[in-house]
């Protein structure tokens, strides 16, 4: 089946940093899914991207769609505490498939 | 607020047992999709109802079975329980934003916990 992966696993900055994660596939998505999870919550949408080299801006959030649709990133720039927690990638429909995450922790 | 109720919050119980959780979706939406998140698995899909029928499936144990009622919520029975279904348990309903496109908005989860 459909799988992404996502890397790093962890990541660990000073507050003011930048930070990135990105998601891989092997095949061609049909659109990408960022979530954030706070720790102790549940996983919040973020944004979906559809087309070819999509590029969408949230405030300091930055998403791409690669341009041929096998890959995504998010970037912040300047990270916040705030910040702090577990970005997903997902992929898919009905059946939303996750990455395995991107933990996110911040030194103030 | 995402919209999405479940309960409860907490559930500790012994192997073997089974447990119902319940999830009521965001007000209007039809559907409801189940997933599950673990510390090996991450989160999964498990299943979605659509109008009371069942739309989709993932990777669901045949010990677990799920429902949903006229109203619209829904409930996923866990039966003979066994360790490794410790998780969080998640219910999602579909959203859409002009700005942000289709995702899912998740319940708050129930965190069971087997013993």
Partial sequence: GQQVMQIPQYQHVQEGE???TYCNSSTTLSNIQWYKQRPGGHPVFLIQLVKSGEVKKQKRLTFQ???????????????????????????GAQKLVFGQGTRLTINP | ?????QTPKHLITATGQRVTLRCSPRSGDLSVYWYQ???????????????????????????FSAQQFPDLHSELNLSSLELGDSALYFCASSVFDRTSGYGYTFGSGTRLTVV
């Fill in chain 2, 1 to 5: 607020d995402s919209g999405v109720t």
């Fill in chain 1, 65 to 91: 769609f690669g341009e041929a649709k096998k890959n995504s990133s998010l970037h912040i720039t300047a990270t916040q505490t705030t910040d702090v927690g577990t970005y997903f990638c997902a992929e």
């Fill in chain 1, 18 to 20: 930048d930070f990135t």
């Fill in chain 2, 37 to 63: 998140q673990s510390l090996d698995q991450g989160l999964q899909f498990l299943i979605q109802y659509y109008n009371g029928e069942e739309r989709a499936k993932g990777n669901i144990l045949e010990r």
